[in-house]
T-cell receptor, first 114, second 112 residues
Framework: DGGITQSPKYLFRKEGQNVTLSCEQN?????MYWYRQDPGQGLRLIYY???????QKGDIAEGYSVSREKKESFPLTVTSAQKNPTAFYLC?????????????FGPGTRLTVL | AQRVTQPEKLLSVFKGAPVELKCNYS??????LFWYVQYSRQRLQLLLR??SRESIKGFTADLNKGETSFHLKKPFAQEEDSAMYYC??????????????FGTGTKLQVIP
């Protein structure tokens, strides 16, 4: 496995604190994504970015923020406004956003709010 | 709106038995369907997609537009098939990003 890395693997946060999850890829992919995975709910899209310096809200963007200043990096900040942040977060990337482009996933970060 | 339904949270089969993981979808246009798999302690990865018409690790899936289904099948289950399987849909439409919608997943447990 390589190509997409997420850090840290486990993250603990106190209520009221913002926390940033890292996602890096060396696949030269233009598009990057953040998903949230909860038991029994599958994957839900938080934010996506089709190209550097541009990003769009997904289905559940409230309480989250992102940036895409570099092609290889797409950090996700979980803010104190997110009501239920404890979850498993997956980052993904794809060459582009056409129908033939496959999304490749990172190993994930498990965030626990104490 | 698009929706993907996987009715089984857990499917247990004996080794050598046939496997069918169910996936139904709701979408008014033409969809592209996928199956993703997540083995224990590994990352989520694409198993197969309808547009490629391929068979991966003995698994196949046929798009049935009449029944709006994309069930994943394998004639003889192996222990290494035990994993979490997600069905996903993406609209076949031009112009802009088309969101991938995932189902809730089915855990396949192959009993030795």
């Amino acid at each position: 496995d390589g190509g997409i890395t997420q850090s840290p693997k486990y993250l603990f946060r106190k209520e009221g604190q913002n926390v940033t999850l890292s996602c890096e890829q060396n696949l030269n992919h233009d598009a990057m994504y953040w998903y949230r995975q909860d038991p029994g709910q599958g994957l839900r899209l938080i934010y996506y970015s089709q190209i550097v310096n541009d990003f769009q809200k997904g289905d559940i963007a409230e309480g989250y923020s992102v940036s895409r200043e570099k092609k290889e990096s797409f950090p996700l900040t979980v803010t104190s406004a997110q009501k239920n942040p404890t979850a498993f977060y997956l980052c993904a990337s794809s060459m582009g956003t056409s129908i033939t482009d496959t999304q490749y996933f990172g190993p994930g970060t498990r965030l626990t709010v104490l | 709106a698009q929706r993907v339904t996987q009715p089984e949270k857990l499917l247990s089969v004996f080794k050598g038995a046939p496997v069918e993981l169910k996936c139904n979808y709701s979408y008014s246009g033409s969809p592209e369907l996928f199956w993703y798999v997540q083995y224990s302690r590994q990352r989520l990865q694409l198993l197969l997609r309808h547009i490629s018409r391929e068979s991966i690790k003995g698994f196949t899936a046929d798009l049935n537009k009449g029944e709006t289904s994309f069930h994943l099948k394998k004639p003889f289950a192996q222990e290494e098939d035990s994993a979490m399987y997600y069905c996903a849909l993406r609209p076949l439409a031009s112009g802009g990003y088309q969101k991938v919608t995932f189902g809730t997943g089915t855990k396949l447990q192959v009993i030795p």
